[in-house]
């Protein structure tokens, strides 16, 4: 690891609507990672082709007070975006992106990256502490994540972190024969 070895010097928050383009610009990294291809569902190509409004309404709908997620960003000493993830909502009585019934009002994370230069000093774990208080405090009575079967690194993380393979599998739509594995944290 080449940065820092503490992250007291590092910034937790939630981004402003108006920070979209920070949203984009650490999103459009991310997907560049080698290991994107297992960690997220859109590519660098689809990503790019989108127009700004569409970024603009993704950052607004997980900012302060939004009621559908909300984004945790890391910001470093120089106010660089140095990771991220979001937890969205998924209500009782809906049905979730893959079309699984939701039986419980829950937290799910998605997007989580850290840029690989800010990785080993525990950011994930500050950013994962965050998203959790936060859901705990909006009555999520457990929180979920989506994780390829090939991604080590994240399952090694996940588990370390306390979440639990729930038994679900997630066929990837247009990817024949490959799936992603749903774990869970239930509320403390």
């Known amino acids: 690891m080449t940065g820092p070895s503490s992250t007291e010097q590092y910034v937790i928050r939630s981004p402003r609507a108006e920070e979209w383009p920070s949203a984009k610009a650490l999103r459009l990294l991310a997907l560049q990672d080698p290991v994107a291809h297992l960690a997220f569902l859109e590519?660098?190509?689809?990503a790019m082709?989108?127009?700004?409004?569409?970024?603009?309404?993704?950052?607004?709908?997980?900012?302060?007070g939004a009621t559908g997620g909300r984004q945790f960003i890391v910001e470093a000493p120089g106010g660089e975006w140095v990771g991220t993830l979001t937890v969205l909502v998924e209500e009782a009585g809906t049905t979730d992106w893959?079309?699984?019934?939701?039986?419980?009002r829950q937290g799910h994370v998605v997007g989580v990256y850290v840029r690989p230069e800010h990785r080993g000093c525990g950011l994930t774990e500050v950013l994962f502490d965050e998203a959790l208080q936060w859901a705990w405090g909006i009555g999520a009575e457990r929180v979920?994540?989506?994780?390829?079967?090939?991604?080590g690194r994240a399952l090694r993380f996940y588990r370390r972190a306390g979440f639990l393979p729930s038994g679900v599998t997630v066929p990837l739509p247009g990817h024949s024969g490959e799936s992603e594995l749903e774990y869970v944290l239930e509320r403390p």
């Open 49 to 64: 082709a989108k127009p700004d409004s569409f970024w603009q309404e993704r950052t607004a709908g997980v900012v302060v």
């Open 98 to 104: 893959a079309g699984f019934p939701v039986e419980r």
């Open 43 to 46: 590519t660098y190509d689809d």
């Open 144 to 151: 979920r994540l989506i994780v390829h079967e090939d991604n």
